[in-house]
């Protein structure tokens, strides 16, 4: 069965700082793997996902993370956060093999950028 | 491109009561899926509709039903509602394929007194 883990219910970082919103997952086999951001009284919105090939995905708004199949991870990540990054975002995995199968999400982080 | 669009946004049940709720995916998408997304289970799925045919049903009793149109429009139908079933169900449509990125609508918000 897959499944996928958000460690933190929160990460407050300051403006213009780095951050970093942690994601590990769960699949027998090479998962597809995404990221998804949901504004206050919103629906969720695609950010990034990795299919195959380099392990740095670029996605929208600057946001990227990192495949590491060693350590089953898939952190998202920004250089410089903006306090409009403030959101709760979302991981999620898929796992390709033995038919399609539904989307399994994370519990979701709440990023607090602070001013 | 209009982007998925549910109706109503807000709504206001008693128990007992039955409700249909309503997602128009984006324009070419024939997959449309369901999430039932709460404070204290956060984002569970309910089922997915692909082509008008159920393709994957997640863990909820058989008092949660849909069913997708030939439009690709799908409903979303509670019956005898329950206190707990107070939530923000969320639509999302894409293409279809495993590797394809969902886009959601805005929800409905169910309030269930």
């Known amino acids: 069965a897959q499944s996928v883990a958000q460690p933190e219910d929160q990460v407050n970082v300051a403006e213009g700082n780095p951050l970093t919103v942690k994601c590990t997952y769960s699949?027998?086999?090479?998962?597809?793997l995404f990221w998804y951001v949901q504004y206050p009284n919103r629906g969720l919105q695609f950010l990034l996902k990795?299919?195959?090939?380099?392990?740095l995905v670029k996605g929208s708004y600057g946001f990227e993370a990192e495949f590491n199949k060693s350590q089953t991870s898939f952190h998202l990540k920004k250089p410089s956060a903006l306090v409009s990054d403030s959101a709760l975002y979302f991981c999620?995995?898929?796992?390709?093999?033995?038919?399609?199968?539904?989307?399994?999400f994370g519990t979701g982080t709440k990023l607090q950028v602070i001013p | 491109k209009a982007g998925v669009t549910q109706t109503p946004r807000y709504l206001i049940k008693t128990r007992g009561q039955q409700v249909t709720l309503s997602c128009s995916p984006i324009?070419?998408?024939?997959?449309v899926s369901w999430y039932q997304q709460t404070p204290g289970q956060g984002l569970q799925f309910l089922f997915e509709y692909f082509s008008e045919t159920q393709r994957n049903k997640g863990n909820f009793p058989g008092r949660f039903s849909g069913r997708q149109f030939s439009n690709s429009r799908s409903e979303m139908n509670v019956s005898t509602l329950e206190l707990g079933d107070s939530a923000l169900y969320l639509c999302a449509s894409g293409y279809g394929r495993d590797y394809n990125e969902q886009f959601f609508g805005p929800g409905t918000r169910l309030t269930v007194l």
């Open positions: 999620a995995v898929r796992d390709p093999r033995g038919g399609y199968q539904k989307v399994t």
């Open positions: 324009s070419g998408h024939r997959s």
């Open positions: 699949v027998s086999g090479n998962p597809y």
């Open positions: 990795y299919i195959t090939g380099d392990n």
